[in-house]
């Protein structure tokens, strides 16, 4: 099932944009995996703003459906895999993308939201590989399903 949602997709982008402007102007990068990263010990000091950005994120996925909206047509297992082989494949893909942020030195959010603000060639190249990659991945999916 199609959602197409223009008004809530363009909300939902300039709440990321503000935010990730307002994380630059105090001198942060908005990146999801090093503010991650920044928990880990050994970790820099600043833990509480981390902490925090990282609870709003969980929280806020989980208010999402008690503010009404209704996420039924979402099938978080599309391509009809077993309960172990789904689970075992987000294990492995969580894996790879944590290895991924390492190597590329940032996250989607990092380089595809604030890079690309600061107009980081580095980003672009980052986030060009991200989208060349997942067109690939989904390509491939769908031939093995049959999707």
């Known amino acids: ?14 709440i990321l944009g503000v935010s990730a402007t307002i994380m630059l102007a ?3 990068i908005a990146g999801v995996s090093g503010i991650i990263g920044g928990l880990i010990p050994p970790s820099v000091p600043e833990k509480k703003w981390r902490l925090l950005f990282l609870l709003g994120l969980i929280g806020g996925a989980a208010l ?13 297992n599309p391509y009809g895999l077993t309960d172990e082989l789904h689970y075992a494949a987000l294990i492995v893909g969580g894996l790879l993308v944590g290895l991924g942020t390492s190597i590329g030195s940032g996250c989607t959010s990092g380089h595809g939201i604030c890079g ?11 986030t060009l590989t991200f989208m060349a990659v997942a067109v690939v991945t989904v390509f491939v999916i769908r031939l093995a399903t049959g999707a």
């Open 1 to 14: 099932m199609e959602n197409f949602t223009p008004y809530l997709s363009l909300a939902g982008g300039l």
């Open 26 to 28: 105090g001198g942060r």
């Open 64 to 76: 999402f459906p008690l503010m009404g909206s209704d996420i039924a047509y979402i099938n978080i």
């Open 116 to 126: 690309l603000g600061r107009l980081s060639t580095r980003a672009l190249t980052a």
